[in-house]
């Protein structure tokens, strides 16, 4: 029973590029939530997305970032025109539907030089 | 006040000792709390789930009082593989993003 699988695990971009991240739910999760980890700092909340659907995005920045999850394939993170503040650990949980325990994916750790 | 507060650490215990860390959170209307573990650049792991009643997993128990509106977790006879950061998370409904403290760090020491 794979668990939550994210990738890459480290991916490096340089400034202005844009950097993909995935994330592929647990077997019967249909709920996603993505999650950045700034050095030194907690969790914060970015997007919790649904199959085809984003419920809740208050945690996105307004701009260069999106989220999808597709009917098929993983939920995607999309940062454009990365800049060095970007650089975190990017972390995807995912939830069974109609129940509220979160699994955590081993994340994305993207550094923007 | 933020969300969800944590006393960062560290707390620095011996083998063998017992440890208690506390959370406390503002949005009285939370339903769901839980403890993770997250390991120095690993993700966080699910340690315990706290309903209403508390629970207890082995040397660990959580507790969550409303009134005050805070959560516990202690762990008692500490193991040098303990050691790692605690986090407390609050939802205030199912399926909905969990609000994390910042962490609070234990080292166990031989």
Not at chain 1, 47 to 64: A, T, W
Not at chain 2, 1 to 29: L, M
Not at chain 2, 33 to 57: A, I
Not at chain 2, 90 to 109: A, C, D, M, Q, Y
Request: charged share 20%; hydrophobic share 30%.
């Amino acid at each position: 029973n794979a668990g939550v699988m994210q990738n890459p695990r480290h991916l490096v971009r340089r400034r202005g590029q844009e950097a993909r991240l995935r994330c592929s739910p647990m077997k019967g999760h249909s709920h996603v939530y993505w999650y950045r980890q700034l050095p030194e700092e907690g969790l914060k909340f970015m997007v919790y997305l649904q199959k085809e659907n984003i419920i809740d995005e208050s945690g996105m920045p307004k701009e260069r970032f999106s989220a999808e999850f597709p009917k098929e394939g993983p939920s995607i993170l999309r940062i454009q025109q990365v800049v060095r503040g970007d650089s975190a650990a990017y972390f995807c949980a995912s939830s069974p539907a109609q129940t509220d325990t979160q699994y955590f994916g081993p994340g994305t750790r993207l550094t923007v030089l | 006040r933020k969300e969800v507060e944590q006393d960062p650490g560290p707390f620095n215990v011996p083998e063998g000792a017992t440890v208690a860390f506390n959370c406390t959170y503002s949005n009285s209307a939370s339903q769901s709390f839980f403890w993770y573990r997250q390991d120095c650049r690993k993700e966080p792991k699910l340690l315990m789930s706290v309903y209403s009643s508390g629970n207890e997993d082995g040397r660990f128990t959580a507790q969550l009082n409303r009134a005050s509106q805070y959560i516990s977790l202690l762990i008692r006879d500490s193991k040098l593989s303990d050691s790692a950061t605690y986090l407390c998370a609050v939802e205030s409904s199912g399926n909905t993003p969990l609000v994390f403290g910042k962490g609070t760090r234990l080292s166990v020491i031989a």
